[in-house]
């Protein structure tokens, strides 16, 4: 059989993989992977061969795994957090039509907005949006609607991908959009580097996330008008009675 | 130290468990859970010490958890998919205030809109919205009005608890909302039991949606504009050049 992997390591650390990742990964032959991914796993696979692209590239990335799975190679494609979550698993997928014989098995990971909650405490704990500020993908205009939305709803919201070094003040045009709807004081909370060394978490108000800079490896989470910040804990009461 | 982790088991088998949350679980003494989150590990821990308490009980739940934790046992509050959605880890941290001396720790999971993504090939490659029906701990019209902005905002929807014996129509009602702005065609997906015994998956339009009984073990997928049946697979294009 044919087989391509495409796995969510989760956040960085070992410990967060699933033992399912990880037997999957001990399965394969070739991993495959954006570099900055490839080199959280390597020390503990090398024995393993390596593919690696740069950011731009995941179309040539995903075709090369594609590939080597249909020359017979088991392929572990690897995302960091949950490879289905602004990860490979669907262009993998789109591709794989053209290789009818290679089977794809997506596995799982934890994702930053899980891993990233867990680190603040608790603030996922109602109905929630995951949105990416990345426009390089989507219109700025469309992100913007939903922003808006996700606001008017009340919705707890994680952003991924909330800036570059192109796009420095999109979390700042963002939190704008959001003070439509929410208080400045909305409990908010960042994580960088979860699960990786240099980790480092931080709540705050919605007001004070305005005027904050974070880099392209931190997940901002905005409370809903419940969210409570409780000592350095970040937490939305789901309604029980306490 | 007294020390009282949360962790997320992952969707049940226990490969779908991260490492963490197994040695988390090796480490303590007593497990607290749902009964029925608990009869998924209990074999593979034949020497631990159970506590658990039926679903409407949740408080007392974590009480227990904070009490032994409190006299000096460690304890593993465990909790399907991940305890940070629609899990206990924001209840006990509201609880554990009283409880100075004892030390939360969070361990995240694998949620069912993860694993259940996973299963049907990659619905969430674009922001998505994660709403639960149930309408125990939160007002139906709140509901109502979220289910809208996320159709309006053309999110990928995962519905949590779509059913029970009280609420058999509740999924009929959330598609009507989502008619509104979405087309009948609309890609859908849905996984019953993920990672357990008599795990199904089906991939079906939003019209047919409406027509299908679901039970409460079930995780619902609606596709976004651009979300697409391939086969057996539901796959939302995240807009790379092919």
Redesign the interface.
């Known amino acids: 059989m044919k087989l391509l992997y495409v796995i ?1 390591i ?2 960085g650390k ?7 990742a ?2 999957a990964i001990e399965q394969s032959g070739l991993i495959v992977g954006y570099h900055v991914y490839v080199d959280l796993i390597k020390d503990d696979y090398p024995d393993k061969e390596y593919y690696t692209t740069p950011m731009t590239q ?2 040539e990335r995903c075709k090369e795994a594609l590939r080597r799975a249909n020359e017979g190679t088991t392929v572990a494609m690897i995302c960091s957090g ?6 490979m ?7 794989a ?1 053209e290789y009818p014989e290679v089977e794809v098995e ?6 930053a907005a ?2 990233g ?3 603040l ?12 500020l990345s426009d390089r ?2 219109p700025w205009e ?2 913007e ?2 922003l808006r ?2 606001a ?4 707890v919201i994680v952003l991924y991908n909330p800036s570059s070094k192109a796009r420095s003040d999109y979390l700042m045009r963002a939190c704008d959009i959001l003070l439509e709807h929410a208080s400045p004081e909305t409990a908010c909370g960042l994580v960088e580097s979860i699960g990786r060394n240099g980790e480092q978490a931080q709540v705050l108000t919605l007001e004070a996330l305005r005027n904050t800079s974070v880099n392209m490896f931190t997940t901002v989470f905005i409370g809903n008008s419940q969210t409570m910040i ?1 000592g350095d ?1 970040l ?8």
Chains 1, 2 share one sequence.
């Open positions: 969510g989760g956040p070992r410990s967060g993989m699933t033992l399912e990880q037997s995941e179309t949950d490879a289905g979550v602004y990860g698993s669907g262009l993998i997928l789109q591709l039509e997506v596995i799982a990971g934890v994702t899980m891993s909650a867990a680190r405490g608790a603030p996922l704990m109602h109905d929630f949006a995951v949105i990416s993908l989507t469309k992100i609607k939903r939305l996700a008017e709803g009340d919705y409780s804990k937490v939305t009461p789901r309604g029980y009675r306490l």
